[in-house]
């Protein structure tokens, strides 16, 4: 789940909120993925304002290929065997 404390389209304390369920979602999905054998990739990116849409919510081309870019390390590291299933 993205780090929704930082989209800058919602207001602060629904942001607020948002990012703490996304939070919650998050750790969910890494307990499914550790208890099925399923991968599970944090994301773990600093949310700069440039990797947003001018919709403040939705990822911009730049945050698409940062998120990408992210991922294909994991998914390499994790063949090579340097990343824990969750």
Do not use: N
């Not at 969910?28 to 990116?45: E, F, N, V, W």
């Not at 990797?51 to 730049?62: E, K, R, T, V």
């Not at 940062?66 to 299933?85: Q, T």
């Amino acid at each position: 789940v993205p780090p929704l404390r930082h989209f800058t389209a919602l207001p602060g304390w629904r942001r607020a909120l948002l990012g703490w369920r996304g939070r919650l979602l998050d750790e969910a999905l890494r307990d499914l993925a550790g208890a099925t054998g399923a991968g599970y990739c944090p994301i773990s990116l600093d949310l700069l304002p440039g990797y947003l849409a001018i919709d403040g919510f939705h990822p911009s081309q730049l945050g698409y290929q940062v998120w990408a870019g992210a991922l294909a390390d994991w998914l390499a590291a994790r063949e090579k065997g340097g990343v824990a299933v969750a």
